[in-house]
């Protein structure tokens, strides 16, 4: 069939019909917010315990670099892979993944949700602690 | 002085003088650091001003004073304080100093670990 692009060996008949696919790019509706991650490329569903706006991987922890100033106004046009660079915690103890964006350089903190992955988030608050010989030199001149 | 920007985008107080007033202790302290660096927060009680516009470069107006949040680990092993602007919420990343509040430094590497959001016990049997 010319102009029919790559050529296909099943015939019209035994065609399997196509699989049904999520928008994910419109509103509304099952998977409108889901993504991919940028990361470990896991598909991460919206729906996130103890936190209204799922903004990274549960399993990698990265992020991507789509909003300014508001969580979810999608102001920023950098789309740059965002790392989870370090640890903080607020006043009243809950932990805050600071995101670091690798194309532009900008920061931001991020609550931690219920399904994070907790040996990753473990290994990203003993970071400072890793290198003994710091640890060791503060503890010296205290 | 090797960063033209930042040399540029300073205070003309701190540039005359060559100290600045920290925001939140008082304490006078000189520009410089004994390494020749130039420094960026109190060496004291690690909080810094805002004074540094870090998305457009060249000076900001906001005057905030940022409180130190979190200690970021480079590639290199170096230490980074990130500082957060209590005004406007402005996130930065600056090096560590060799003559910084240790203790300071300290307590926040260690601060996730003192209220973990989840018992860290499962992790002794890993």
């Known amino acids: 069939m010319p102009g029919r692009g790559r050529p296909n060996r099943r015939t019209r008949s035994t065609r399997r019909p196509q699989r049904s696919k999520d928008v994910l790019h419109g509103r509304g509706g099952r998977g409108a917010n889901a993504f991919r991650c940028v990361g470990c490329r896991t598909e991460v569903s919206p729906e996130a315990p103890g936190t209204t706006h799922r903004n990274h991987c549960p399993n990698c922890l990265s992020s991507l670099h789509v909003d300014r100033r508001v969580p979810g106004d999608r102001a920023a046009d950098c789309r740059g892979r965002m790392e989870a660079l370090s640890m903080s915690v607020r006043p009243d103890g809950e932990w805050m993944i600071i995101h670091h964006c690798v194309a532009c350089g900008e920061l931001s903190a991020n609550r931690i949700a219920g399904d994070d992955n907790a040996l990753v988030l473990v290994r990203l608050a003993l970071k400072p602690l890793r290198d003994t010989s710091i640890a060791h030199r503060v503890l010296l001149t205290l | ?126």
Do not use: Y
Not at chain 2, 31 to 48: E, I
């Open chain 2, 1 to 126: 002085m090797s960063h033209p920007k930042k040399a540029h985008s300073s205070t003309s107080h701190t540039v005359l003088t060559g100290t600045f007033v920290c925001a939140w202790c008082g304490l006078t302290v000189s520009a410089a650091a004994g390494d020749g660096t130039r420094r960026n927060h109190c060496p004291s009680c690690l909080h810094s001003q805002h004074v540094l516009d870090h998305v457009e470069g060249g000076s900001s107006d906001c005057h905030g004073r940022m409180s130190p949040i979190s200690i970021a680990v480079l590639r290199t092993g170096d230490w980074m304080v990130v500082h957060r602007c209590v005004r406007c919420d402005e996130l930065t990343s600056n090096p560590v100093c060799a003559d910084d509040n240790q203790l300071i430094l300290m307590r926040m590497a260690v601060r996730p670990l003192a209220q973990p959001p989840f018992p860290l016990e499962v992790f002794g049997e890993l």
